[in-house]
C-alpha cells in the first residue's frame, strides 16, 4: 500500500505507509552495493571543516 492510497485515514496508518515507502526507496537506492559501500560516509561528520583564513565558527547561532 502506497502513501498515498492512505491519505484519508488516521495518522498511524498514513506514517506508516509513508515509512514503507521510504524505506523501500532506500532499499532499491542501495541494491547492488557492498555492504562498505552501503556505510561509506559521504559527507564527514563532527566538527565544521576550517575555512582558509577564517577562524573557527564559535556559535551556530548570531547574536542580532
Known sequence: MGSFDVLLND?????????????????N???GLTDEEARHRLVPTGRPARRPGRPW???????S
Open 29 to 31: 537506492t542501495l541494491d
Open 57 to 63: 565558527p564559535t556559535s551556530r547561532c548570531t547574536p
Open 11 to 27: 495518522e498511524r496508518t498514513q506514517l506508516e505507509a509513508f515509512v514503507e515507502e521510504y524505506r523501500s526507496a532506500i532499499e
